[in-house]
């Protein structure tokens, strides 16, 4: 058993080869790794075979916080009472 479990290994040795094709074939490693090493991780989409590549390079731009900035055009009206943005 080796003495040196738990630490980083040499670049281009053979324990360092070893780590990297595990590291590189489990997404989820990636990812830990580069938040470690100080990078953003890429975002992997697993939507479908069929999303273009525009998507994908834009993917982290998108807002899903559902926040409108434009006004809506309709209200929304429950139980015979309208509700408003500006009541909540």
Known sequence: MSDN???IPET???RWKKNEKLINQDPA???VRDIQQGFKP???IT???D???QYKDNYDKI???GVRTEKKNYRVKINGKYID???S
Do not use: C, I, W, Y
Request: charged letters at 35%; glycine letters at 8%.
């Open 5 to 7: 479990k738990g630490t």
């Open 51 to 53: 999303v273009s590549q």
């Open 29 to 31: 490693l990636k990812r």
């Open 42 to 44: 890429t975002s992997t």
């Open 85 to 87: 943005e500006e009541d």
């Open 47 to 49: 939507t479908g075979a």
């Open 63 to 65: 807002d899903f916080t």
């Open 12 to 14: 281009n040795t053979d």
